[in-house]
């Protein structure tokens, strides 16, 4: 009998122990939750108007669009409506360009803005890339290491552009129209040296 006591102050001592716990972790918690920012919390510029930049803008900024694409996806901020806009635009050229067809329509505007080639160039570069990888951003040659819509070799190469060439379909089509225009001037002349050696 003298046992029993015993078990009743220890029983009563952890519970004891286990309600403090408890309340500590309650009143962290709750301290925490003041202390950080919350998204309730955030200071969001009101915005009644959002001025767009006119389509023709839109698609002659490329390096202003994958700059300010690349700030967001690291964090950084978007200071106005006109920046979001061309983000937003971006992200729906890049969303788009995932399927064979999307991609072939972001570059054929591509080509258009930023090179000023016509449509027989544009048939060059889809017989050349249809070869290359079928417009599969994900496409990769596990004998050789090239890999995307362009098959670049190695395919660090892109990095040029932006560095996420793994996953975003624009920043490959960007850098193949890139490379064909730096080493061949054209589509057509790239496909030739295709047809010749295998390879371009």
């Known amino acids: ?3 029993l006591p015993g078990r009743l102050f ?11 716990t408890a309340w500590v972790s309650v009143v962290s918690l709750i301290f925490l ?5 919350s998204a309730y919390a955030l200071d969001f510029p009101m915005a009644t108007h959002i001025a767009l930049p006119d389509s023709q803008s839109l698609t002659t900024a ?11 996806q690291t ?7 006109n920046e979001l806009a061309l983000v937003s635009f971006a992200s729906a050229q890049t ?8 991609a072939q329509g972001v570059a054929k505007a591509i080509m258009a803005t930023d090179y000023k080639w016509g449509t027989s160039q544009f048939g060059c570069l889809k017989t050349l890339w249809d ?24 395919a660090i190469k892109m990095e040029t552009i ?4 793994r996953t975003n379909p624009v920043t490959q089509i960007r850098w193949g129209l890139a490379y064909i225009n730096s080493r061949y001037h054209s589509p057509c002349k790239a496909l030739s040296k295709f047809r010749w050696s295998g390879y371009y």
């Open 95 to 102: 969303e788009a360009a995932r399927t064979s067809v999307g």
């Open 1 to 3: 009998m003298r046992r």
């Open 131 to 154: 070869r290359e990888s079928h417009w599969n951003y994900k496409s990769h040659n596990y004998n050789s290491g090239a890999h995307g819509i362009a098959q670049a070799l190695p």
């Open 33 to 37: 939750a003041t202390v950080q920012p």
């Open 75 to 81: 964090g950084g901020a978007i200071s106005s409506s």
């Open 62 to 72: 490329p390096s202003l669009t994958v700059a300010l694409y690349s700030q967001l």
């Open 162 to 165: 932006a560095l996420d060439w």
């Open 10 to 20: 220890s029983n009563s001592k952890r519970i004891l122990t286990l309600t403090v």
